[in-house]
């Protein structure tokens, strides 16, 4: 399995996310592109104003476990 931190681990910066996971993964809920907020670790679902966790590297991609906006 590719780690969304595949690009950090190069610069010893864990903030950065792998590019090409962020194009592939969208919003469970709305089907929608999501934005990569690298301070709070989540990816952000503009139309659902929902913010998903990064945890470890690896997005938890589930509502219930999503942060309201």
């Known amino acids: 399995m590719l ?8 610069d010893n910066d864990m903030s950065a996310i792998d ?10 809920l709305t089907k929608t592109t999501l ?3 690298a301070q709070a ?3 952000i679902s503009e139309q659902a104003q929902l913010a998903y ?3 470890d590297g690896i997005p938890i991609m589930l509502v ?5 906006l």
């Not at 780690?3 to 190069?10: M, P």
């Not at 590019?19 to 469970?28: A, N, R």
């Open 41 to 43: 670790q989540e990816l």
């Open 19 to 28: 590019p090409k996971m962020l194009e592939i993964l969208v919003c469970p």
């Open 64 to 68: 219930d476990e999503a942060r309201e």
């Open 3 to 10: 780690s969304l931190i595949e690009e950090s681990k190069k």
């Open 53 to 55: 966790p990064i945890r």
């Open 35 to 37: 934005r990569y907020e």
